[in-house]
């Protein structure tokens, strides 16, 4: 099972991801090879069995809505990480192009 | 001063109580040593300069003082955490992951950040953005991973204890192939906070030390529950070194007959043998059992871990933090560049892989599929701990391959096949130095595995203990 190069780039689009044709060509056969492994679970009787998310066996975890003791200059820690910014705001690239 | 590379954390507590050196001699020597030692392993990606961290002096606790280091997908104030990934490659940490908090306020020294599989994705450090981990015991060979920088330290010496992550086997790996004791800790028990998701439903950090009641030791300090870590356990205030010396006879201890099937290598089978018969010599009831799952468990591991991958990973965008392209002309070209930038060839593989399996028309075939096999799996061990203490095994299924030896990626994922399923069930489970193989003129060591009940982490270091300090 090889995934086709249509198929690679609907998956790369999804996932966000530009990938040049010699990645494609590699993801297509390593994803191929990785399914074929892992469609061995087909031979395992999954009737009537409930599926299993999280082991904890927590529910509802809730907590106070109360404030907590801030960060030290965490605001300014922060805006330090954008790549982009304009006085202390994020700047991105535009959403749309002036065509649509 | 004392040799530096056989010290534990209760030989420094004793060195600092007796006065024999300080935290901030200490603290030198180490520096020292691997600024002089790290360039043939490459186990740190960072290293702490004296200024960064004040030492506590007054600080009293079993670990006050005593030099550590820290995977460099757990978050530190202040610092640049990578993951080993170029999207991160200058991230300055905003806040502490909750286990650095519980060091810090118990007066932990911080060493420096090692290397791993980027993002912890791997086996074998071979997947880190900054360069593969040597294996100590022979630098042809790979430190194992993702926790692989970690357990290079600690081996080699170049730190007392460390800590590392554990999402399917990737504090138990590095620990077998190095020859040091790694703990993955029950799910729930340790904090996740401040830890950089790989898949959330399996990852726990735990204790990658020399001895194994330095692990209790760690795990006194991390464990606990975390308001910010909804999936923590309330249970509090837990001694993890109180039944280290405990007798184990009469315990009854299941070997996984599945482990010892095709693929293990026959020396490391001898070793494991070899460590069990032990086991049974201190009184342990040892019988085989029937894990009837472990060759789908892997299966189930490899879709469940890129799906949760694909959601996780989709924050580094290239708009808040990390590497942003600039070759980018929209917002979309943001993400899609910055991306394909940032990333290396694992987080790309299982990010397109997880995407594919939760893509409209394969969720039922594959992720709902295998949350089915994952109770089923959960079932096995339930029914065997109904009877049995504690399971015993190998760690992995070789010693330490050679740097470049797995070819495929499928190829690297098959060495995972005795450890991912503790994850999937969320047991503790521990891998201690059971022998060393001779091979090319080298010792390479090889791991016994121990996995227990759910929040029984102190049955298996009690066993583990026994083993270690009698063998």
Redesign the interface.
């Known amino acids: 099972m090889k995934?086709t190069e249509k198929?690679?780039e609907?998956?790369?689009s999804?996932?966000?991801?530009?990938?040049n044709e010699k990645?494609k060509h590699?993801?297509a056969e390593?994803?191929g090879?990785?399914?074929n492994?892992?469609?061995?679970?087909?031979?395992?009787n999954?009737e009537n069995?409930?599926?299993?998310?999280?082991?904890?066996g927590?529910e509802n975890?809730f907590?106070q809505d109360q404030s907590r003791e801030s960060?030290k200059d965490?605001s300014q820690?922060?805006l330090?990480?954008?790549?982009?910014k304009k006085e202390n705001y994020?700047k991105?690239?535009?959403?749309?192009?002036n065509n649509d | 001063m004392t040799n530096l590379k056989n010290l534990t954390i209760k030989s420094v507590r004793d060195g600092i109580t007796n006065r024999e050196f300080t935290a901030e001699e200490l603290r030198i020597e180490f520096l020292k040593l691997i600024k002089k030692e790290d360039d043939n392993l490459n186990s740190y990606l960072s290293v702490f300069d004296a200024s960064t961290f004040p030492i506590v002096d007054q600080a009293q606790s079993d670990i006050a003082g005593v030099p550590c280091a820290i995977k460099d997908n757990i978050l530190i104030e202040g610092t640049i955490t990578t993951a080993a990934s170029k999207i991160l490659k200058n991230y300055v940490a905003t806040y502490d992951a909750t286990v650095i908090k519980k060091l810090k306020s118990r007066g932990a020294v911080f060493l420096g950040k090692t290397n791993l599989d980027e993002f912890a994705m791997g086996t074998t450090t071979e997947n880190s953005a900054f360069g593969v981990t040597h294996n100590p015991h022979d630098k042809s060979r790979v430190a194992g991973g993702s926790s692989g920088g970690s357990a290079a330290a600690v081996a080699s010496g170049l730190a007392v204890y460390a800590l590392g992550s554990d999402t399917g086997g990737s504090i138990r790996a590095p620990a077998s192939f190095c020859g040091v004791v790694g703990l993955k800790p029950t799910y729930g028990c340790v904090s996740r906070h401040g830890l950089i998701a790989m898949a959330s439903s399996l990852d726990q950090i735990g204790p990658i030390t020399k001895t194994v009641e330095d692990a209790a030791i760690v795990m006194n300090t991390i464990a606990g529950h975390d308001p910010l870590d909804s999936t923590t356990s309330s249970k509090e205030g837990y001694d993890y070194t109180k039944s280290l010396n405990k007798s184990i006879k009469g315990l009854k201890i299941g070997v996984a007959k599945e482990f010892f099937k095709e693929g293990l290598n026959p020396e490391v089978a001898s070793l494991v043998e070899k460590a069990i018969t032990h086991l049974q010599s201190l009184g342990a009831h040892i019988d085989y059992v029937s894990l009837p799952l472990t060759d789908y468990a892997l299966a189930v591991y490899y879709i469940i871990v890129p799906s949760e991958i694909s959601a996780n990973l989709a924050r580094f965008d290239g708009i808040r933090y990390g590497h942003s392209s600039k070759e980018a002309g929209s917002l979309l070209e943001t993400y899609l560049n910055s991306r394909a930038e940032g990333f290396g060839p694992e987080p790309k593989r299982r990010i397109m892989l997880g995407t594919y399996v939760l893509s409209a028309g394969y969720y039922d075939a594959y992720y709902l599929k295998a949350q089915k096999v994952r109770t089923l799996v959960k079932q096995s061990f339930d029914k065997v701990f109904e009877k049995f203490d504690a399971i015993v095994g190998p760690t992995m299924p070789t010693i330490a391959p050679k740097i470049g030896e797995f070819e495929t990626p499928l190829s690297a994922y098959l060495a995972d096949i005795y450890t991912v399923q503790a994850n999937l069930a969320g047991l503790p489970a521990i891998s201690v130095p059971c022998g060393k193989i001779d091979i090319d003129g080298k010792n390479l060591p090889a791991g016994l595995q121990i996995i227990g009940k759910h929040f029984d982490e102190e049955k298996i270091l009690q066993i583990a203990h026994a083993y270690e300090s009698t063998r």
């Open positions: 995934l198929e690679v609907h998956i790369a999804l996932a966000r991801i530009n990938l990645e590699k993801i390593d994803l090879s990785i399914l492994y892992i469609n061995k679970l087909n031979e395992v999954t069995v409930i599926p299993t998310a999280q082991v904890t927590l975890v907590r960060i965490e820690q922060l330090s990480q954008f790549p982009h994020l991105v690239k535009p959403v749309f192009n």
